[in-house]
């Protein structure tokens, strides 16, 4: 008992003292029992014997007892011991495996904890209780819920839980707690107190995040890598392979692994390859090599291979680590390079140009062979590199050679000729061109220098001179016929009869065999007459040259006429030039015409305007009349733009009829038209634009499929003589502009106010360029609340535009003009970018709904930019709504069916809105993947509980009705009062949105009316 603690010992020797004790008093006590007579039958005895008797039977007794109690004390010291240790071990094993154990107390709601909990807490020293509230301050906001309701289900549902959650310790450092536990009843079956274990986890927290992120690391590594990463154990055998090679080859990974790679590569390098892999792996030396691949389609692409070995403590190899790079274009450009060498070395060597390389001081590098042998030098390296190149010339040429290296220094390619001594003795004429050879930073760094032997040429050139000079002295004694001869000859003498007629005038005259001996007005009648008389006879009596051009009637010909008299005579040289005047005919034709309608064009309708306003008069007004198509568009998306073409030419020869024959129709581009038309004022005007709409709008048969278009009229009346055509023009497109503004299909008398609106729209334009660079547009968010949870699920960005000057712009006003300049386009891809960064910080199922615009899909790359937003924001596709309208659609079915299955793939919604207010609706919910149709507030605001709201209410069912049959969620707009919640309801509706629920708020605003709609009472 020596290793008992001393305390333990001295209580062992009390309880031995007392069970003497014990004895002794019952000995003495019974001594004096029989000194009293107590017991008769001790009577006599003497009390000491009595006393010494009793002592030693009371020994007898208490010994054995007293062996038995020693025994078990020591026992029950070792077994303290032992608990002891045990206690012992367990508090470091608390304190090694951040452990403790906890238990609450249902009546009271206080938490009792371990000591080793305050440690790690991060006080030691503090309380060894704690309430509810005190816990829950210390937790993270996001993670109290789930505690709170996690020992909810513990204490009331009798659950065992398992939580994970964060908390901030005394100390100020958050750390995450894993904790399980479980509830104790009372006799009555009540609960009594939940009680379990805790375990500070934050550590291994940070080291699976730090592990995934290693994992992340080393996956986009081997991904993205264009090399291919590869391991083998000590013998070889592949035992990993990046995920390109099986992209590359088409192999199975079980059948690339260990030695089946090999069978991938070209059998002769396979054969080349193989022994040096297998010397590698004995003398566990790292290995380069380059092979070819056989690649899924069963072409061949070269490799580099490389590999080095890793070695454990001992030295000796525990696995090999390569990598596989794609050096095939490199090695075909290295291929191609040598052929390419191979080509300029056989023309270099085929040339009988002598052909030398030199630097920018002149000294020669290389000299082909030809040249090496013009100059019988057969050892270049020796002889002549390095030298001098203009030193192989005579002094003469020299200073011409130096101007020529400095022209071709700077850039430019230098040309001179000179003789030079040849080594035979004989002297040479040699064309020399001195060029730059570029190097890489685009400057000249070496001189390309091209000789080639013009002696022959040079005499050959001067006999060719000679004989030149002699032909032009022979040649000017006919010079006087041949070189004003054109096509046609005819030539008459001094009586003007006909002495002679060449071929070509044969051809182009009737009946000109006849003529010889005819006089001019019988041979050339057009002669006698004007203007062409004029010029004849000028030339005839004065003896000068005449020329001039017509149309000669007797010949049905344009001609073009040189006369030449001379002292013989007069003679006749023409050229036919009908296909160049007929050709000129329709260019000046074209020139004012448009080619597809044969309409005047712009430059003819300027023209008009302006004699119209020379003459315009109060009573008597300028009057245009400019047209727009509406809906041409959709007629070239979805028919084509022949049919467009030919919807055009149909709709000039309509416009053609309505029209006076002293109007000007005029096609000013696209599918734009204006009519100068001679009206005496508006009023006759007005009616001629309600004639051309009604005309206009009328179908069309387009290759047997039927058309439709309607018009839209801008109408200018002015007797001002000071405005110009352009101004007129303008006036008559605002009025245009203003009459599609009010529904299209109609016609606007330009009025003062509307140039003042058109004014203001072109600064609001001007503004709207910069909003998003200004950081003047904004996101607002409206909740969309789900009918069956009345939780918000989701919110609909709306785009804000707050102007410093104007205030807040509604959108109905800038969204359109937006999509008219093309900066929806921009605008769109802001509003989607921000849209998806605000949502990713909200809780987790919570959706954000985004518009499209039409332009967006036409122009906008929609599927790369939803994909570059949630890429860059993080945000789930599934989070994601896009909300389109039936304009989408319109044009192009095919393309948008295709972009809105791709985006479906991201796993985004797709919804359209607005739905019910187009004409064909019913049909795109057919043809197109939607998920969700909203139900316009149009429909959603006449609805009640009252029966004047029974039409409303059908249209609404049957939307209901349909969605539901197709699998879709319905949404219902511009909700404002509670009996249209209850009506929609009631009709199965899955969610609702509008200002009831509440107004549009900030990206800040999200969360708290998430958390108060969340805890609202049931609308």
């Not at 390619?413 to 730059?436: D, L, M």
């Not at 009737?510 to 007459?529: C, D, F, M, T």
């Amino acid at each position: 008992m020596s290793d008992m603690p001393r305390s333990r010992q001295t209580i062992s020797k009390f309880q031995i003292i007392a069970v003497f004790a014990l004895a002794l008093g019952g000995a003495v006590a019974l001594a004096c029992l029989v000194g009293t007579g107590t017991f008769p039958l001790l009577a006599g005895i003497p009390a000491r014997s009595v006393v010494a008797a009793v002592a030693a039977t009371a020994f007898l007794v208490a010994l054995p007892i007293v062996f038995m109690l020693t025994f078990l004390i020591a026992r029950f010291a070792g077994r303290q011991r032992n608990l002891a240790a045990r206690e012992e071990l367990f508090v470091t094993a608390q304190q090694i495996g951040k452990f403790g154990y906890w238990h609450y107390d249902v009546k009271t709601s206080k938490f009792t904890l371990s000591d080793n909990v305050h440690d790690l807490l991060g006080d030691p020293n503090c309380t060894l209780q704690m309430d509810l509230p005190r816990l829950l301050e210390m937790t993270d906001p996001d993670d109290r819920d789930m505690l709170s309701q996690a020992l909810h289900r513990i204490v009331v549902e009798g659950s065992r839980e398992e939580i994970e959650y964060r908390l901030t310790g005394l100390d100020g450092v958050q750390k995450t707690f894993w904790v399980d536990g479980k509830r104790m009843l009372d006799r009555a079956g009540n609960p009594l107190r939940a009680y379990g274990a805790c375990r500070d986890i934050t550590d291994q927290k940070k080291i699976e995040a730090a592990l995934r992120e290693s994992e992340a690391h080393y996956r986009y590594a081997v991904e993205l890598n264009a090399q291919i990463p590869w391991t083998a154990d000590a013998e070889g055998n592949v035992e990993e392979l990046g995920p390109r090679w099986f992209w590359y080859t088409g192999m199975k990974r079980e059948d690339a692994l260990g030695t089946g790679w090999a069978s991938a590569l070209h059998p002769e390098d396979l054969e080349l390859n193989l022994p040096l892999w297998s010397e590698a792996l004995r003398s566990g030396e790292p290995i380069d090599v380059e092979y070819r691949l056989r690649q899924t389609g069963g072409s061949w692409r070269w490799f580099r291979a490389r590999a080095a070995p890793r070695r454990n403590d001992q030295g000796s190899i525990v696995r090999w680590y390569g990598t596989l790079e794609d050096i095939h274009d490199r090695k075909m450009a290295n291929v191609a390079l040598r052929e390419s060498e191979a080509f300029a070395r056989s023309i270099l060597e085929s040339t009988p140009d002598c052909v030398r390389v030199v630097d920018l001081d002149g000294h020669v590098q290389f000299m082909n062979g030809p040249g090496m042998r013009e100059m019988k030098i057969d050892d270049f390296e020796s002889r002549l590199k390095g030298q001098v190149w203009a030193s192989l010339w005579p002094a003469d040429a020299r200073e011409t050679i130096e101007c020529a290296v400095d022209a071709a220094r700077q850039g430019r390619t230098a040309h001179f000729s000179h003789f030079c001594p040849t080594a035979k003795g004989t002297a040479k004429w040699w064309n020399v061109s001195v060029s730059p050879i570029f190097g890489p930073n685009g400057e000249p760094d070496k001189l390309l220098v091209i000789s080639r032997d013009m002696t022959t040429a040079k005499r050959t050139q001067d006999a060719l001179e000679r004989a030149k000079r002699a032909a032009e002295q022979s040649a000017q004694r006919l010079e006087n016929v041949l070189s004003s001869t054109t096509d046609g000859v005819i030539t008459f003498d001094r009586q003007l009869r006909v002495v002679y007629l060449n071929r070509s005038a044969l051809e182009v005259v009737p009946g000109a065999r006849g003529l010889i001996g005819k006089l001019y007005h019988e041979a050339v009648p057009e002669l006698v007459s004007p203007p062409f008389e004029e010029y004849f006879h000028r030339a005839f009596s004065q003896g000068v040259p005449e020329h001039f051009e017509g149309y000669f009637a007797a010949y049905d010909r344009w001609l073009k006429v040189h006369v030449y008299p001379s002292p013989d005579g007069i003679s006749l040289f023409f050229k036919d030039v009908s296909e160049r005047q007929r050709a000129q005919e329709q260019l000046l034709y074209l020139a004012h015409h448009d080619t597809l309608t044969g309409l005047a064009n712009r430059a003819i309708l300027y023209d008009v305007l302006e004699k119209s306003l020379v003459t315009a008069l109060p009573e008597k007004p300028t009057v245009l009349l400019f047209l727009d198509l509406d809906e041409f568009k959709a007629v070239n998306d979805t028919l084509g733009h022949c049919a467009g073409d030919r919807l055009l030419v149909e709709v000039s020869g309509r416009l053609k009829s309505c029209v006076r024959t002293s109007d000007v129709v005029a096609r000013f581009g696209g599918d734009e038209f204006a009519v100068v038309a001679d009206v005496d004022s508006p009023d006759e005007a007005a009616r001629l634009a309600e004639r051309i709409i009604d005309v206009l709008q009328e179908p069309y048969e387009l290759d047997g499929r039927p058309g439709a278009v309607g018009v839209s009229i801008g109408i200018v009346s002015t007797s001002d003589p000071n405005v110009t055509a352009g101004e007129v023009l303008r006036d008559a497109d605002i009025a245009l502009y203003q009459a599609k503004a009010n529904g299209r299909g109609t016609y606007r008398i330009f009025e003062t106010a509307m140039g003042q609106s058109f004014r203001e729209r072109e600064a609001l334009k001007q503004d709207l360029r910069g909003a998003v660079a200004r950081g003047e547009l904004h996101l607002v968010y409206q909740p969309l609340l789900d009918l069956a949870t009345n939780r918000v699920n989701g919110f609909e960005a709306l785009l804000r535009w707050h102007h410093p000057t104007r205030g807040l712009v509604p959108p109905v006003f800038f969204i359109p003009v937006a999509e008219e300049m093309g900066l929806i386009v921009e605008i769109g891809a802001w509003a989607l970018d921000r849209a998806c960064h605000d949502a990713a910080t909200w809780p987790e199922g919570i959706t954000v709904a985004v518009n499209l615009s039409s332009v967006q899909f036409r122009t906008g790359n929609v599927l790369q930019t939803v994909a570059h937003s949630l890429l860059q924001s993080g945000l789930s596709g599934k989070r994601l709504q896009l909300e389109i309208t039936e304009s989408v659609l319109l044009a192009d079915s095919a393309a948008n069916l295709e972009l809105l299955h791709a985006l479906r793939t991201l796993g985004i919604t797709i919804s359209m809105d607005d739905f019910g207010t187009g004409y064909s609706s019913l049909s795109y919910l057919r043809s197109y993947p939607f998920d969700k149709i909203k139900i316009d507030r149009s429909f959603v605001s006449d609805l009640s509980m009252n029966e004047a709201s029974a039409g409303p209410k059908a249209i609404v069912r049957a939307i209901i009705g349909l969605a539901q049959s197709l699998g879709m969620t319905i949404t219902a707009e511009g909700v404002e009062t509670a009996s249209q919640i209850s009506v929609l309801r009631s009709m199965g509706c899955n969610e609702v949105q509008g200002f009831l629920i509440s107004k549009p708020v900030g990206a800040e605003g999200v969360a708290e009316t998430i958390s108060r709609l969340n805890n609202a009472s049931v609308l």
